[in-house]
């Protein structure tokens, strides 16, 4: 069964460096999004992704962050500098459909900023 | 804002027992999902539920929007302990957002 794939699993990195969090969607899947959970607490949107550009974002999503679909499979976050709150685990999802439908998730990228 | 509200946050259970969790909106949703997140893991889609007054059933698992659709509930019959995990409701958020709000989630333990 096709699956979202992360990679790292797991990234640590110092305060004020830029990480990259790399994810490849679901082969036929149009709709791309980030979302982060913060250690026991409720998933949280972060931005949404469509035909190469950006459709929605949320109030964390500043200008720190950015997303980038290189090519036809991969599917980056870019944090340009990190902060200590951004410790998280970042996961990515995608769907074969529009408006908040179904969506198949990653395992996750567990970001350690310290 | 909106806010997707669960209760219990917590639940444990004895094996075998059946229970009730329930979701709340502060709106009107056009959808409902649910997704299940066992410990270390992510969220795995479960179901989706539409019409105002669905009831979808997944073997040991029933899940109902409510009338209003602004609420849903997650019964579980015979709990087994391959059902601990987190169970979390989302809905899309207001004005047509292509986003899911997430609840806090219910995360169920189960004593063997």
């Known amino acids: 069964e096709p699956e979202v794939t992360q990679t790292p699993s797991h990234q640590v990195t110092q305060m004020g460096q830029e990480v990259i969090l790399r994810c490849v969607p679901i082969?036929?899947?149009?709709?791309f999004y980030w979302y982060r959970q913060i250690l026991g607490q409720k998933v949280e949107f972060l931005v949404s992704f469509y035909n190469n550009e950006i459709s929605e974002k949320s109030e964390i999503f500043d200008d720190q962050f950015s997303v980038e679909r290189p090519d036809g499979s991969n599917f980056t976050l870019k944090i340009r500098s990190t902060k200590l709150e951004d410790s998280a685990m970042y996961f990515c999802?995608?769907?074969?459909?529009?408006?908040?439908?179904?969506?198949?998730f990653g395992p996750g990228t567990r970001l350690t900023v310290t | 804002g909106q806010q997707v509200m669960q209760i219990p946050q917590y639940q444990h259970v004895q094996e075998g027992e059946d229970f009730t969790t329930y979701c709340n909106s502060s709106t009107t949703l056009s959808n409902i999902q649910w997704y299940k997140q066992r410990p270390g893991g992510h969220p795995v889609f479960l179901i989706q539920l539409v019409k105002s007054g669905e009831v979808k059933k997944q073997k040991r698992l029933t899940f109902q929007f409510g009338e209003a659709k602004k609420n849903s509930s997650l019964h579980i019959t015979a709990t087994q302990t391959t059902d601990v995990g987190t169970y979390f409701c989302a809905g899309p958020g207001e004005g047509g957002s292509e986003k899911l709000v997430f609840g806090k989630g219910m995360k169920l333990t189960v004593n063997p």
């Open positions: 082969s036929n899947h149009l709709y």
């Open positions: 999802a995608s769907s074969p459909y529009q408006w908040a439908a179904e969506q198949y």
